[in-house]
């Protein structure tokens, strides 16, 4: 069974940092994909970043050049650097893990995930 267990949420004013991480030594697959997901309470579930199974990122547009997605294999860890945060990326913020199922990819679609994690929510004052 795949169990992700995500850490570093917190609360921070705006233009803070934090570092997300994700503990996915349960989920071994040739070609993965993983990703971060967030949710803001009434609202969908929406992408935010994914690296691929050659190491291709991919970013939502409204994190593009504050927020940095990387793994570290050999801990089986993923992590997501997010800087100069804003109100905006409040939320509970999900790890996921999968095969890539289009190409090398699963271009930050939840339905292409099947392993979730609980979450760690974030908090960003102004």
């Known amino acids: 069974q795949v169990r992700l267990a995500e850490s570093g949420g917190g609360s921070v004013q705006a233009g803070g940092s934090l570092r997300l991480s994700c503990d996915a030594s349960t989920f071994r697959a040739s070609s993965r994909c993983m990703a971060w997901f967030r949710q803001v309470l009434g609202k969908k579930r929406e992408g935010v970043a994914e690296i691929g199974s050659i190491g291709s990122t991919q970013y939502a547009d409204s994190v593009k050049g504050r927020f940095t997605i990387s793994q570290d294999k050999d801990k089986n860890t993923l992590y997501l650097q997010m800087n100069n945060l804003k109100p905006e990326d409040s939320g509970m913020y999900y790890c996921?893990?999968?095969?890539?199922?289009?190409?090398?990819?699963?271009?930050?679609?939840?339905?292409?995930?099947?392993?979730w994690g609980q979450g760690t929510q974030v908090t960003v004052s102004s």
């Open positions: 996921a893990a999968d095969i890539c199922r289009r190409s090398w990819a699963n271009d930050l679609r939840p339905d292409l995930y099947n392993n």
